[in-house]
């Protein structure tokens, strides 16, 4: 190595400077994870090498046996970990280490609590495990060539962790990554072989790269000539270095199991679930899937990267496999490493495969049933689970129509049994409490619970005793125009089209209503003469017991709540008009009947007209004129 040239100092990024504050005055309560974190970079390193090399082995610099290596100087006050994987070149040191362009910093440091505990287990998650090392350093450096790159562009970083890094050109002979953490006074204690290879073995030691150490050097027995001064050392592999996955289920604990788990999701939190499976026969893989306890900070991104740890015969093929596992099912972590595959397999042929097909299958069967698991034996932790990833789940009926029924056995939903808010409600479980000759599942669609629990379509749902779903997750309504049915029994909005109660209708209801129609013929057509081109029709209505009026959409239209989401997000949609439905029997509208006052008339019509508007969650078009007629009412009716 050379002395370094072309000496830069450049500032941090200002997210990244308070990252740094954090870390130094020691977000973790558990110091010694940041061994942990970096050895897990550094195993990172190795796979992306092997990736790369696949199609280019002189990225091996005839240096094929990849490891990590770790070292320490108690006087000086160090630990080095070092790797031979990818490594970096100048740009990426300065992206990764300087900007942390790629971490979503912003929105980590958006997500801290100021609860040191809560706020630990977030630092993995986003991709900013690297600066853990100043939670025990006072200084950093960074010695990294990237492989295939000439001896010469060797690159060294430095920091103290305050408001600036340098970054120089230095020769460095081998390829890979060196961390050399210069420890603060206080945090000597990891500057020891006994320290670092306890922190090893209870946090790394499922890694399948070997860990590599000086072994330690032991008195002479009696009798025994002590090794000479300027012997060789001796080096030990202080990891079991296997890959977790291949060993039998009986042979791992659970502590190894979430162990690994923190290591491939960068996840401080053990996870919900896990689902170990070796599969023979035709297909020949490997599989281990877990069931996170918290979704990550971009979830609902779809475009970003998401998928299984990909391995063809423990060798490392690729980071986020998103061929194996439905989009729907984004939050799954683990890895599959496969038999059948061939080593030079790209991601375009993965995606033609038909051994992925079946793989993909097969794998998203095994996550179901997990999950079908969870929720019978453990309904607590199930909740749990909903309450994280419920919405994405609602995603699978419309992309796997092979498991749509699977998928929906899974849902919960607030519901008028229990009218709270909380998601804990079953398809079956209402199925079971249908009464006596109802054929249809019934659900309200609104913006919150609020306004679904308290929605005047649900008046006459009350009066029967017959159960409704209240959904407001923005997904909702696409997810019942995916669903149809289930059990044999249709879905059915109780806010669209004519109300078909079926059996649960007798005789003397449908007389009712239809008596109610012949008397209030002339009314109906007053109504329409005012709301005119804004209604598609105006009709007596059979759902109302407590409110005047309300609105309906049209059976094949699209519901009011996907409606304003589409909206929302500037797409073009055609015209729909609402159905405005009165209740004759309601005193306000029986009033309204008898008004001769045609002016007044209106002005009572426009008000039953957006307060109906209101109650489904809607926007008035022009709320003053709404204000306006109502304080005028009001006036007229305190005189």
Sequence with gaps: MTTAADKETLGFQTEAKQLLQLMIHSLYSNKEIFLRELISNASDAADKLR????????????????????????????????????????????DHLGTIAKSGTAEFLGKLSGDEKKDSQLIGQFGVGFYSAFIVAERVEVLTRRAG??????????????????????????????????????????????????????????????????????????????KPADAEPEFETINDATALWTRSRSEVSDEEYQEFYKHISHDFENPLTWSHNKVEGKLEYNSLLYVPKRAPYDMWNRESSHGLKLYVQRTFI???????????LRFIKGV???NDLSLNVSREILQQDSAVDSMKSALTKRVLDVLSKLASKKPEEYAEFWKEFGQVLKEGPAEDFANKEKIAKLFRFSSTHTNAVAQDQSLEDYVSRMKEGQQ????????????????????????????????????????????????????????????????????????????LESENKDLIERVQKVLAERVEEVRVTN????????????????????????????????????????????????????????????????????????????????PAAFVHRLNKLLLELSN
């Excluded at 690729?318 to 729907?328: I, K, V």
């Excluded at 017959?466 to 696409?478: F, G, H, M």
């Design 51 to 94: 990736f790369e090399a696949l199609s280019d082995s002189s990225l091996y610099e005839n240096d094929a046996e990849l490891k990590i290596n770790l070292s320490f100087d108690k006087d000086a006050k160090t630990i080095t970990i070092a790797d031979n994987g990818i490594g970096m070149s100048k740009q990426e040191v300065i």
């Design 149 to 226: 790159a000439p001896a010469s562009e060797g690159v060294h970083w430095e920091s103290a962790g305050e408001a600036d890094f340098s970054i120089s050109n230095i020769e460095k002979a081998g390829r890979g990554t060196t961390i050399i953490l210069h420890l603060r006074d206080e945090e000597v204690e990891f500057a020891d072989s006994w320290r670092i290879r306890s922190v090893v073995k209870k946090y790394s030691d499922h890694i399948a790269l070997p860990v590599i150490m000086e072994k330690q050097a032991v008195p002479a027995a009696e009798g025994e000539e002590e």
């Design 318 to 328: 690729m980071d986020d496999a998103e061929q194996f596992l439905p989009t729907y």
């Design 336 to 338: 599959v490493d496969s």
């Design 440 to 515: 249809k599942i019934y659900y309200v669609a609104a913006e919150n619970f609020t306004t679904a629990s308290n929605s005047p379509h649900l008046e006459v749902f009350r009066k029967k005793g017959i159960e409704v779903l209240l959904l407001s997750d923005r997904v909702d309504e696409w997810l019942m125009g995916n669903m149809m049915e289930f059990d044999g029994k249709q879905f059915q909005d109780v806010g669209k089209g004519q109300l078909d109660l079926g059996e649960l209708e007798d005789e003397e209801d449908k007389k009712e209503k239809q008596k």
């Design 543 to 622: 759902r109302l017991t407590d409110s005047p009026a309300c609105l309906v959409v049209g059976e094949h239209d699209m519901g009011a709540q996907m409606r304003r989401i589409l909206e929302q997000a500037g797409q073009a949609l055609p015209e729909s008009k609402p159905i405005f439905e009165l209740n004759p029997t309601h005193p306000l509208v029986t009033k309204l009947d008898a008004e001769a006052d045609e002016d007044r008339f209106s002005d009572i019509v426009d008000i039953l007209f957006d307060q109906s508007t209101l109650a489904e969650g809607g926007q008035l078009e022009d």
